[in-house]
């Protein structure tokens, strides 16, 4: 018989992907078959990257590893657990750096759990070396010229240093 694939949908706006964002997937390849990375499409909530650049930059970062077919980079809208059940997967994977994550992410796996029993939320910690680091910190810092190079992958630093030239050009 042919095993079921243990499936986690790892959700968020990922503007951009950071190296703590990297931390959880790696941890949570050891406990799954597949990960799908999703970058919720969420008109309303202004980003600085477009969800296809978003998509483009995760995908070039996993792209050199061994990856397989361990890896999904996906977008969505609408209801996160409607998503994690089309896919056939069994969690949605959150990161927790601090305390300060907590009563958010409590929330929202609790109303996911309210509207779907077939999707479980599955928290894993953040190296300590990321606890500090968010995607709105890094572009913060990138912005004024600020060294990111440490905290993202190569793909996501070109990315933002392009960014933010064309910022700076049209002033
Ligand atoms: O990286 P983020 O911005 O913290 O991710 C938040 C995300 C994408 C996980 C959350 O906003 C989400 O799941 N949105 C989809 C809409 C949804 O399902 N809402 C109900 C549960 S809170």
Do not use: C
């Not at 070039?60 to 809208?77: A, C, P, Q």
């Amino acid at each position: 018989m042919e095993k079921k694939l243990r499936i986690a949908v790892y959700p968020g706006s990922f503007d951009p992907l950071t190296n703590g964002h990297i931390d959880i997937i790696d941890r949570g390849r050891k406990i799954f078959d597949k990960i799908i990375i999703a970058v919720l499409h969420n008109p309303s909530k202004k980003a600085l990257f477009s969800v296809d650049e978003r998509v483009g930059m995760i995908k070039k970062t996993f792209k050199n590893g061994k990856n397989g077919n361990s890896i999904e980079v996906d977008s969505f809208g609408g209801l996160l657990v409607e998503y994690a059940e089309m896919k056939n997967a069994i969690a949605v994977l959150r990161g927790m750096r601090a305390i300060s994550d907590f009563e958010n992410e409590f929330q929202m796996a609790l109303m996911n759990r309210r509207l779907s029993r077939k999707v479980q939320t599955v928290f894993l910690m953040t190296g300590l070396r990321w606890i500090f680091t968010s995607s709105s910190i890094i572009k913060e810092a990138a912005q004024f010229g600020g060294d990111i190079a440490s905290m993202v992958s190569n793909p996501v630093k070109l990315k933002l240093e392009e960014k933010f030239e064309k910022f700076k050009k049209r002033k």
